[in-house]
């Protein structure tokens, strides 16, 4: 016979061992000299293995009550109307980006054959929808040293064609907002900030202060272990244009028409109502497709592991700032060797790296650079693909018109040769950040 006197009492015995469990096995120990130091790392506690328990025992395997409740605590958190949650950053990319390809937009809709202004030096997900889809993306140089697009070749990328500007704010460094935006607004292009490594970066412009991801039309976020906070895997989409929330949602659960939440019926009251296509009238509206969608729902488990986190997002990003910060300033001596990085005009940024370029008058190598922090226990990590077009995914369509180059990628290339970067993950200590810089300047030959 139970012990327990209701399922209630029972649920919180079983978080209680959870809890216990936590703190017995799962406590991160001090970091010594000679332990590795991860270019990212997650930072949880009994918290999130309270919460992760609590909807197992619901056994709700699919996006329930916290993934509801994640949705508009994140929307009140970074100030923005609709957000949805998928099941990964990337997914996260393809949705906003799909949701612009929609008839509903009219002339606005983004077809195959139309533009997409974009940048090889980044992450492939960013770019990957719009080749998939049959759009042209066409990349833009970047700058050093804030590893963003080079907002001076704009006008070069537009062509009669140009439909939308899909970019990404580097390692939470904010790309010039003001300037892109403006050429946005100029042209009538979509924007779509892809946010998945600067939450809770900050950029001001015209005296009002925002976070990043809810300056354009449509934000994007990632919660893969190593970013500013994790669900496992996850991402999210948001808005505050209520036609792209309406396709957002389409889109992700599987192109359905119906907006009623999943397991509940007729929340509208109309699902026997309606004619649609060539369908007979009255057709069941929950089996109503009005695009080709997808299902890219988060579980309600990896929810409730954000509900928790997003709870500590704000001590996460002041310790990534802190991190970076002091790494800064200890880097300085090496400053004729490396070329330090700077945030961006008007930002705040919530860095998720600290990313350099080793200056090729200094006579180093990044590989032998990278090679000596390695063999000393630090992991680094180049910026992602350096320059995408150079990669074998290109072979089958390099000197087609799948894409297209504006200009010369001039920086693009000189940051797949000599761009690294280390860590400032917020379970990162002072003695940690110092270990790295000391690392760092040995291995330029920097140090004291």
Not at 17 to 23: S, T, W
Not at 219 to 240: K, L, N, R, W
Request: hydrophobic share 35%; charged share 25%; net charge negative.
């Amino acid at each position: 016979m139970s012990s327990w006197k209701n399922e209630a009492e029972a649920r919180e015995r079983i978080k209680e061992l959870v809890a216990e469990y936590c703190r017995d096995f799962r406590k991160t120990e001090p970091w010594r000299e000679g332990d590795r130091i991860t270019y990212a790392a997650r930072v949880y506690d009994e918290k999130e293995m309270c919460a992760l328990t609590d909807a197992a025992l619901d056994f709700w395997l699919t996006a329930g009550r916290f993934a509801d409740r994640f949705e508009r605590e994140f929307a009140d958190r970074i100030g923005v109307k609709y957000v949805h949650l998928v099941n990964s950053g990337s997914s996260a990319n393809l949705i906003a980006f799909m949701a612009l390809t929609a008839p509903e937009l009219g002339e606005r809709q983004i077809l195959p054959g139309d533009e997409v202004i974009t940048v090889a030096c980044g992450f492939p997900t960013t770019v990957t929808p719009i080749l998939n889809y049959g759009a042209v993306p066409v990349f833009a140089d970047v700058t050093v040293p804030q590893y963003n697009i080079d907002v001076a070749g704009l006008e070069a990328a537009l062509s009669p064609k140009t439909k939308a500007v899909m970019i990404a704010h580097t390692l939470g460094n904010p790309f010039d907002l003001k300037a892109v935006k403006a050429f946005c607004e100029k042209h009538s292009l979509w924007l779509v900030e892809d946010n998945c490594d600067a939450l809770g970066s900050q950029y001001t412009m015209d005296g009002e202060t925002r976070f990043t991801g809810t300056w354009g039309d449509i934000g994007t976020s990632s919660f893969y272990p190593p970013h500013h906070m994790t669900m496992g895997e996850g991402g999210a989409v948001y808005t505050d244009n209520p036609l792209l929330h309406r396709l957002i949602l389409s889109f992700r659960d599987w192109g359905r028409d119906c907006v009623c939440p999943g397991g509940r019926d007729n929340t509208c009251g109309r699902r026997f109502d309606g004619q649609f296509g060539e369908l007979p009238e009255g057709y069941d509206h929950k089996y109503v497709y009005s695009h080709f969608g997808y299902n890219l729902k988060v579980t309600d488990m990896q929810a409730a592991i954000g509900c928790e986190q997003l709870k500590k997002l704000p001590s996460f990003i002041e310790r990534r700032k802190h991190n970076w910060a002091r790494l800064r300033k200890a880097l300085e001596p090496a400053a004729d060797r490396l070329i330090l990085p700077e945030p961006a005009e008007n930002s705040d940024p919530s860095w998720f790296g600290f990313l350099v370029s080793v200056r090729p008058e200094s006579g180093l190598k990044r590989n032998d650079v990278t090679k000596y922090i390695e063999d000393h226990g630090i992991q680094t990590r180049l910026l992602f693909s350096g320059n995408l077009t150079r990669h074998p995914c290109f072979d089958r369509i390099r000197g087609t018109d799948a894409y297209r180059v504006a200009g010369s990628l001039d920086v693009t290339d000189f940051v797949m040769n000599n761009a690294f970067w280390v860590g400032v993950y917020p379970g990162m200590t002072d003695e940690m950040t110092d270990y790295t810089a000391k690392t760092i300047l040995e291995a330029v030959g920097a140090q004291d």
